[in-house]
């Protein structure tokens, strides 16, 4: 029987291959990722247990290399961080054939309680019959809120908001289309209206007329598109680190002029979005922790992913929303900060100046990264907001 220093260390290297899933279920297999340097001396052991978490849970197979990781690209990199095997490899590379049972149940455990096990999926069509995969979570008679989360990111890289949220509301979330699933042959709509009637479509799979909807990062131009089309559908909004166009009404930052510049020439043609892949990918992988990386990532895991990435990112960086301001008349909270280097907090501030009914909040410091690492004080701000307002109940059909 595992002792609790190796079941602890079996169940986390079991949650972090689950995490690893959308990326590495992308990549060509086997993965490679870094053996840690306290780890090499172990590295059969070590690999024989990988092996069989990876075999347990249908996942990509991940090779073991004693290349250093600067060796790797950044998607094994990214991995090889996720894994933790420099902490837990001790406890996992003295394990033999016969705890090979015991790893089964822990790996076992570790499925029923992540994230895909928490939350309700299905595919939901569009109006135009594009499939997404849409998640919900909590109770479906509590108030509803739902989330338009980053372009192209998978769902669980707001994992931490939905498990909170999920106590008190009905939260609902979708992957981006075009990137997930049935996305090799992808033909479908590209900008930001059809990106917002996605978010209506989730809504009506699931039986709501009405809900909160939160913008985070790009999601806040989708929710602002929506709200605007849907008055009746949307009773209260908030937008989290906004990415908006605002022609020279607003600054932006470095890194939103260059990933827009960068964007735009790999839509050109897929021969561009392969001469800029791996240009973004280290970029990317640079500037994002290394808790997250493995999940921001994955819209850059091959040219013809980030090419379909460029195509729905581009539309929503684009897109002037300025015109549908005044339309949006739902009571709407503004989040930003003093020093996000990554979305100018102008555009924040210009946005909820023109709304008919906005409240600025405005934090020290964070930017669209750390929002996705669930900080408690946001997270209680957004709660007491939507609880403030007395429509945000949803009326189930």
Same mark, same amino acid.
């Given at each position: &029987?595992?002792?609790?220093?190796?079941?602890?260390? $079996?169940?986390?290297?079991?949650?972090? $291959?689950?995490?690893?899933?959308? &990326?590495?279920?992308?990549?060509?297999?086997?993965?490679?990722?870094?053996?840690?340097?306290?780890?090499?001396?172990?590295?059969?052991?070590?690999?024989? /247990?990988?092996?069989?978490?990876?075999?347990?849970l249908g996942a990509p197979?991940?090779?073991?290399?004693?290349?250093?990781?600067?060796?790797?690209?950044?998607?094994?990199?990214?991995? %090889?961080?996720?894994?933790? !095997?420099?902490?837990?490899?001790?406890?996992?590379? $003295?394990?033999?054939?016969?705890?090979?049972? *015991?790893?089964?149940?822990?790996?076992?455990?570790?499925?029923?309680?992540?994230?895909?096990?928490?939350?309700?999926?299905?595919?939901?069509?569009?109006? *135009?019959?594009?499939?997404?995969?849409?998640?919900?979570? %909590?109770?479906?008679?509590?108030?509803?809120?739902?989330?338009?989360?980053?372009?192209?990111?998978?769902?669980?890289?707001?994992?931490?908001?939905?498990?909170?949220?999920?106590?008190?509301?009905?939260?609902?979330?979708?992957?981006?289309?075009?990137?997930?699933?049935?996305?090799?042959?992808?033909?479908?709509?590209?900008?930001?209206?059809?990106?917002?009637?996605?978010?209506?479509?989730?809504?009506?799979?699931?039986?709501?007329?009405?809900?909160?909807?939160?913008?985070?990062?790009?999601?806040?131009?989708?929710?602002?598109?929506?709200?605007?089309?849907?008055?009746?559908? /949307?009773?209260?909004?908030?937008?989290?680190?906004?990415?908006?166009?605002?022609?020279?009404?607003?600054?932006?930052?470095?890194?939103?002029?260059?990933?827009?510049? !960068?964007?735009?020439?790999?839509?050109?043609?897929?021969?561009?979005?392969?001469?800029?892949?791996?240009?973004?990918?280290?970029?990317?992988?640079?500037?994002?922790?290394?808790?997250?990386?493995?999940?921001v990532l994955y819209p850059?895991?091959?040219?013809?992913?980030?090419?379909?990435?460029?195509?729905?990112?581009?539309? /929503?960086?684009?897109?002037?929303?300025?015109?549908?301001?005044?339309?949006?008349?739902?009571?709407?909270?503004? $989040?930003?900060?003093?020093?996000?280097?990554?979305?100018?907090?102008?555009?924040?501030?210009?946005?909820?100046?023109?709304?008919?009914?906005?409240?600025?909040?405005?934090?020290?410091?964070?930017?669209?990264?750390?929002?996705?690492?669930?900080?408690?004080?946001?997270?209680?701000?957004?709660?007491?907001?939507?609880?403030?307002?007395?429509?945000?109940?949803?009326?189930?059909?």
């Amino acid at each position: &029987m595992l002792n609790g220093q190796a079941r602890t260390a $079996v169940a986390e290297l079991a949650a972090a $291959v689950l995490s690893l899933r959308p &990326m590495i279920d992308r990549l060509d297999a086997p993965v490679r990722v870094a053996v840690p340097g306290g780890a090499r001396g172990a590295v059969r052991g070590l690999q024989t /247990i990988v092996d069989r978490v990876c075999g347990r849970l249908g996942a990509p197979a991940l090779e073991l290399v004693r290349s250093p990781e600067s060796d790797l690209d950044p998607f094994g990199a990214a991995a %090889g961080r996720r894994l933790g !095997l420099a902490d837990s490899g001790a406890a996992l590379a $003295v394990l033999s054939s016969d705890d090979l049972p *015991d790893v089964d149940r822990v790996v076992d455990e570790a499925v029923s309680a992540d994230f895909d096990s928490f939350c309700e999926q299905r595919t939901v069509r569009g109006p *135009d019959g594009v499939g997404v995969r849409a998640y919900a979570a %909590g109770d479906p008679d509590a108030p509803a809120v739902v989330i338009a989360s980053a372009c192209g990111m998978p769902a669980r890289l707001a994992e931490v908001w939905i498990r909170r949220l999920a106590r008190d509301h009905r939260v609902l979330t979708w992957e981006s289309r075009g990137l997930f699933c049935g996305c090799e042959d992808f033909a479908g709509a590209t900008g930001v209206p059809a990106q917002a009637d996605d978010l209506i479509a989730v809504m009506d799979a699931f039986e709501l007329d009405q809900a909160h909807v939160m913008g985070l990062c790009g999601g806040a131009v989708i929710a602002i598109t929506a709200a605007a089309a849907h008055p009746d559908r /949307i009773s209260s909004l908030s937008l989290w680190h906004g990415d908006f166009e605002l022609g020279d009404q607003a600054r932006k930052t470095e890194h939103q002029r260059n990933l827009q510049a !960068l964007m735009t020439m790999a839509t050109r043609a897929k021969v561009s979005a392969a001469g800029v892949h791996a240009v973004l990918c280290r970029s990317i992988a640079a500037s994002t922790p290394p808790e997250l990386a493995h999940l921001v990532l994955y819209p850059y895991a091959s040219p013809d992913l980030l090419f379909r990435y460029c195509l729905l990112n581009g539309a /929503i960086m684009e897109t002037d929303v300025r015109p549908e301001l005044s339309a949006v008349v739902q009571p709407t909270l503004v $989040v930003t900060s003093e020093d996000d280097t990554t979305a100018h907090p102008d555009g924040s501030r210009y946005v909820a100046a023109a709304l008919p009914d906005a409240r600025l909040h405005v934090v020290p410091h964070g930017d669209h990264i750390s929002l996705f690492q669930g900080p408690p004080d946001l997270i209680d701000t957004a709660s007491r907001f939507m609880a403030e307002k007395s429509d945000v109940n949803p009326s189930h059909r």
